[in-house]
């Protein structure tokens, strides 16, 4: 079967870094997902990866490695606007999106 | 500011009730979508269109009906549900070319209690 695993919860300083990471088993990759998704909110596209390396886009960063079927995702400088869920998806052969279930990070002061 | 707008944001419903999702894109989308999202799962695909067409339904119960009259509009009828059915109802639109990997924009969603 397919599967994303991430973890549930994360807490971490205001000002400091923190990685959430995402590993997957799915039939087929075309891609790897990170969202944002605020309480109440809608998911907010932060990131795609389909190459291995490292993706930065000020403050965020992805990283891929396809042959170990894991990414992360990067959080520099956070700040209290930062506490939401990260969702990871990566989308299949068949071009559908397979989901983690989030991971929920909260920033403490 | 998304360009997928949702109404109602809340809806609570009796499991004999009829009503139904409405979910709008203004971004020039070929592909429309239904995600379910139950607190601490996954999103759940539940339908997919793409140019007006359904492609997809994930073994989702008949008492969930979708409908799509244009590719900016999108519907989910809803009758008979149950409680399990309460939960986070998410529409999505994406650019949707044939073979390509692309990018899916989220609508904030309706908040569905069925009691």
């Known amino acids: 079967g397919q599967n994303i695993d991430q973890p549930t919860e994360m807490t971490a300083t205001e000002g400091a870094i923190v990685q959430i990471n995402c590993t997957y088993q799915?039939?087929?990759?075309?891609?790897l997902f990170w969202y944002q998704q605020h309480a109440g909110e809608a998911p907010t596209f932060l990131s795609y990866?389909?190459l291995d390396g490292l993706e930065e886009k000020g403050r965020f960063s992805s990283f891929l490695s396809r042959s170990k079927g894991y990414s992360y995702l990067l959080l520099k400088e956070l700040q209290m606007k930062d506490s939401a869920s990260y969702l990871c998806a990566v989308m299949d052969s068949n071009y559908q999106l397979i989901w983690g279930a989030g991971t929920k990070l909260i920033i403490k002061p | 500011e998304t360009g997928v707008t949702q109404t109602p944001r809340h809806l609570v419903m009796g499991m004999t009730n009829k009503k139904s999702l409405k979910c709008e894109q203004h971004l020039g989308h070929n592909a429309m979508y239904w995600y379910k999202q139950s607190a601490k799962k996954p999103l759940e695909l539940m339908f997919v269109y793409n140019f007006k067409e359904q492609t997809e339904n994930n073994s989702v119960p008949s008492r969930f009906s979708p409908e799509c009259p244009n590719s900016s509009h999108l519907f989910l009828h809803l009758h008979t549900l149950q409680p399990e059915d309460s939960a986070l109802y998410l529409c999505?639109?994406?650019?949707?070319?044939?073979?390509?990997?692309?990018?899916?924009?989220f609508g904030p969603g309706t908040r569905l209690t069925v009691l």
């Open positions: 999505a639109s994406s650019q949707r070319s044939a073979g390509e990997a692309d990018t899916q924009y």
């Open positions: 799915t039939s087929g990759f075309n891609g």
């Open positions: 990866n389909v």
